[in-house]
């Protein structure tokens, strides 16, 4: 029934505010009884889904513009929005690197994680010594670094504690391998050898020259 309730709301408020064309600020009047709605709503599971109230407040919002128009005196308020928009270009770019290095961090690989790590630390610090008048900057900087360990220790909880035992260098059951079991130092050490066998023209990307019988 809460669902039913929340889609009425949505239906009789479009209906309202429709036929009146907004004459009297009718779409002020739904949004508000949306908002105020959100916390039964919430309590009894009746969102369709959980931005429900925050996008159809956009929705009846974009409505009433639509039929009373722009007002001169409001440029302030456009101003703030457009001044607002690099900071959600920074978010977003944000969260989509934190989520490229949560969904690097499932793959299980380390090299290729580190390494990456390694680099971004690198051009942390680049920025911090080079642009010291940008203190701005460098707080953003930090704050971004500070969330690494925390999706790290996320994706740790939501694999049940593998990926910290990936890194740590233990199997699923917790015992430590050992590097030399795994083969990869000969292999290391052989592809430098063939580097300095062939320095400029090299023997391909990850192959390497089998000495033949």
Excluded at 84 to 112: K, Q, V
Excluded at 170 to 185: D, H
Aim: hydrophobic letters at 45%; one cysteine or more; proline letters at 4%.
């Amino acid at each position: 029934m809460a669902k039913v309730y929340a889609l009425l709301i949505v239906a009789i408020g479009l209906y309202y505010v429709i036929k009146s064309k907004n004459k009297n600020h009718e779409v002020l009047y739904v949004a508000a009884y949306i908002v105020g709605s959100e916390v039964l709503l919430r309590t009894t599971q009746g969102n369709p889904f959980h931005e429900y109230g925050r996008y159809f407040v956009l929705l009846f919002v974009l409505i009433g513009l639509y039929y009373s128009g722009f007002s001169k005196r409001a440029y302030p308020y456009w101003l703030f929005l457009l001044f607002l928009i690099p900071s959600i270009l920074i978010a977003i770019n944000s969260l989509l690197f934190s989520f490229i290095y949560y969904r690097g961090l499932l793959t299980f690989s380390r090299g290729g994680m580190i390494t990456a790590i390694a680099m971004v630390v690198l051009l942390v610090f680049f920025i911090l010594f080079n642009y010291k008048k940008y203190l701005p900057v460098k707080l953003k900087l930090v704050v971004v670094s500070l969330v690494f360990p925390l999706i790290f220790i996320l994706g740790s909880c939501q694999t049940d504690g593998l990926l910290f035992k990936r890194y740590n260098n233990q199997n699923p059951s917790g015992l430590y391998k050992s590097y030399e079991t795994e083969g990869r130092k000969d292999i290391a050490l052989d592809e430098i050898n063939q580097f300095t066998k062939n320095p400029i023209m090299g023997v391909g990307v990850g192959k390497k020259k089998k000495p033949e019988a």
